[in-house]
Antibody
Framework: QITLKESGPSLVKPRQTLTLTCTLS??????????VGWIRQPPGKALEWLGL???????RYNPSLKSRLTITKDTSKNQVVLSLNNMAPEDAATYYC?????????????WGQGTLVIVSS | DIQMTQSPSSVSASVGDRVTITCRAS??????LAWYQQKPGKAPKLLIY???TLQSGVPSRFSGSGSGTDFTLTISSLQPEDFATYFC????????FGGGTKVEI
């Protein structure tokens, strides 16, 4: 059974770096073809695709965030980490990690519950 | 960057209605499109991938069509559990989402 769970701070100050951890269960990032993505959703708004990391450590980032965003993996802990620096109020959102669907390019078939991040001093 | 435009942004419907949602890509994406359903406070659920393939366990009243730049999601007979927000997502280049369509009573 595939599950993902996000963890991290619920409140960050402007200009700080947000670090979120996605803990994976039921699959491994050592397996060929596997990927984990990050998606965010401001309250009441649309989903935004942030980035994706693959089993071979290849990474893809949303160009609008590429200079601020880093996604890494720790296969020994079966975790994926998102780091987003220079946080601003417009970065407030629910952040989801998700399992890349093996039947398609960058779709997601299993999602974490999401974690709400507020940006405020 | 590929932009995805959904319409309408909301639709009022009744149980039993046929509902159609449209998604348009800013450039051709072949059939690299997925549809998701999201209920309040929950993560999205994958419904359809490669434009028209139903994900396992999704009821057959959901269907998708299209290729290139224009795509549709159709719910043939709306059920009470279908009231939700629907998003399209292109998988052709990275993974842009559409703005969402809220299906409400």
């Amino acid at each position: 059974q595939i599950t993902l769970k996000e963890s991290g701070p619920s409140l960050v100050k402007p200009r700080q770096t947000l670090t979120l951890t996605c803990t994976l269960s039921g699959f491994s990032l050592n397996t060929r073809g596997v990927g984990v993505g990050w998606i965010r959703q401001p309250p009441g708004k649309a989903l935004e695709w942030l980035g994706l990391i693959y089993w071979d450590d290849d990474k893809r980032y949303n160009p609008s965030l590429k200079s601020r965003l880093t996604i890494t993996k720790d296969t020994s802990k079966n975790q994926v980490v998102l780091s987003l620096n220079n946080m601003a109020p417009e970065d407030a959102a629910t952040y989801y990690c998700a399992h890349r669907f093996l039947g398609g390019p960058n779709y997601f078939d299993y999602w974490g519950q999401g974690t709400l991040v507020i940006v405020s001093s | 960057d590929i932009q995805m435009t959904q319409s309408p942004s909301s639709v009022s419907a009744s149980v039993g209605d046929r509902v159609t949602i449209t998604c348009r890509a800013s450039q051709g994406i072949s059939n690299s499109l997925a549809w998701y359903q999201q209920k309040p406070g929950k993560a999205p659920k994958l419904l359809i991938y490669t434009a028209s393939t139903l994900q396992s366990g999704v009821p057959s009243r959901f269907s998708g069509s299209g290729s290139g730049t224009d795509f549709t999601l159709t719910i043939s007979s709306l059920q009470p559990e279908d009231f939700a927000t629907y998003f399209c997502q292109q998988g052709y280049s990275l993974g842009t989402f559409g703005g969402g369509t809220k299906v409400e009573i």
